[in-house]
């Protein structure tokens, strides 16, 4: 493993929320000093849909495996579509070597929903996904509810409580990877 954590962007859908706050945990993580890789679904190359990729993965889809790969930890921002996570999230996962990608891997959830709730559903079924993988789940969550409340136009957010609320998430989540992995993360 690496010495960077990296964040997963959990949609493929052009400037959505989801990466909105991705762009906030990165300036987080860059406060921190924490080495960082994103990963944005949204540049998925088209031919790692194709059935044909269950087989054999195609040479683009490599970079995005590397990169879980060589990651001391994940942390995922997944909104909440329809009461679950973005079917291309599940796909991705399903897509990445099994079971290296997530075997003792450290992961984090942030979740986003236009509705009340967060996007707790999608988070809960992560949680489970990546319990059966083997992960090493860190146990903050951060749930944005009417993430469209809670963004100015410039897609920062506005309330300070929430943004301390995502730096703890990422310090407590750098402190844990570093524990579990041994490694010291920040510069």
């Given at each position: 493993?690496?010495?960077?954590?990296?964040?997963?962007?959990?949609?493929?859908?052009?400037?959505?929320?989801?990466?909105?706050?991705?762009?906030?945990?990165?300036?987080?993580?860059?406060?921190?000093?924490?080495?960082?890789?994103?990963?944005?679904?949204?540049?998925?190359?088209?031919?790692?849909?194709?059935?044909?990729?269950?087989?054999?993965?195609?040479?683009?889809?490599?970079?995005?495996?590397?990169?879980?790969?060589?990651?001391?930890?994940?942390?995922?921002?997944?909104?909440?579509?329809?009461?679950?996570?973005?079917?291309?999230?599940?796909?991705?996962?399903?897509?990445?070597?099994?079971?290296?990608?997530?075997?003792?891997?450290?992961?984090?959830?942030?979740?986003?929903?236009?509705?009340?709730?967060?996007?707790?559903?999608?988070?809960?079924?992560?949680?489970?996904i990546f319990g059966y993988r083997?992960?090493?789940?860190?146990?903050?969550?951060?749930?944005?509810?009417?993430?469209?409340?809670?963004?100015?136009?410039?897609?920062?957010?506005?309330?300070?409580?929430?943004?301390?609320?995502?730096?703890?998430?990422?310090?407590?989540?750098?402190?844990?990877?570093?524990?579990?992995?041994?490694?010291?993360?920040?510069?």
């Amino acid at each position: 493993m690496g010495r960077m954590i990296t964040i997963i962007v959990g949609t493929n859908r052009p400037g959505s929320n989801t990466r909105k706050v991705a762009a906030e945990l990165e300036t987080i993580y860059a406060a921190l000093k924490v080495p960082l890789h994103v990963l944005d679904l949204a540049q998925l190359p088209p031919e790692i849909f194709s059935p044909a990729s269950y087989a054999e993965k195609p040479k683009s889809f490599q970079p995005f495996s590397d990169a879980v790969l060589q990651s001391s930890g994940l942390h995922v921002v997944s909104p909440e579509y329809n009461g679950g996570m973005p079917g291309v999230l599940k796909y991705f996962i399903d897509m990445l070597k099994f079971p290296e990608s997530f075997e003792r891997r450290p992961v984090c959830f942030t979740g986003v929903a236009a509705g009340i709730w967060g996007a707790l559903r999608p988070v809960e079924q992560l949680q489970a996904i990546f319990g059966y993988r083997n992960a090493h789940i860190f146990p903050e969550r951060v749930f944005m509810p009417q993430v469209n409340n809670l963004l100015d136009a410039n897609g920062r957010i506005k309330d300070a409580e929430l943004a301390g609320r995502l730096k703890k998430q990422a310090e407590g989540f750098v402190g844990f990877v570093e524990k579990l992995n041994g490694v010291k993360l920040r510069g």
